[in-house]
């Protein structure tokens, strides 16, 4: 009998391969995401964005994996976010992203977390699929987002 621990692994190894998806003419991956382990609260990853020059970019995700599959009469996923979890991540002063894991039909679905909730999340829509479009956008989003701020400490109590 598998446990939800086991469904939010598989989850996860989803999210990684559908996040590292190739994309592009070059048809490579755009992005490297670094599991934070169990002991991070409410987020599961930080992911980096490859082939920038001189600078990065990242953005924080937080994986929730369901194995009630979307059905062709539904429009969300069936998942669980408490509201203190979303309330964190609009703290957080990255992007941040919830994904929704079908666990069945191996896909993902991806919302941006910028705003604070009423209440817990119940569902997640599935109008933005983790596909080739999608990656294009978000390496474009997260990227326009680094762009514009300075975020270089010009100096520091530890500096020579």
Request: hydrophobic share 40%; glycine share 4%; charged share 25%.
């Amino acid at each position: 009998m598998r446990s939800n621990n086991d469904i939010g692994d598989r989850g996860e190894a989803i999210f990684e391969f559908r996040i590292m998806e190739p994309i592009g003419p070059s048809r490579e991956s755009r992005f490297r995401p670094c599991f934070l382990g169990e002991k991070w609260p409410t987020i599961d990853y930080l992911v980096e964005l490859v082939g920038l020059s001189g600078r990065s970019a990242f953005f924080f995700a937080q994986v929730k994996t369901t194995s009630k599959a979307v059905t062709a009469s539904s429009s969300s996923l069936s998942i669980k976010v408490r509201k203190k979890d979303t309330d964190r991540m609009v703290g957080l002063p990255a992007p941040t992203y919830l994904i929704g894991i079908d666990e069945n039909n191996e896909t993902a679905y991806i919302i941006a977390v910028n705003e604070a909730l009423k209440s817990d999340l119940s569902s997640l829509p599935v109008s933005f699929p983790l596909d080739a479009t999608n990656l294009e956008r978000l390496w474009d989003e997260v990227d326009s987002f680094w762009k514009s701020r300075d975020m270089i400490l010009k100096s520091s109590v530890f500096s020579l």
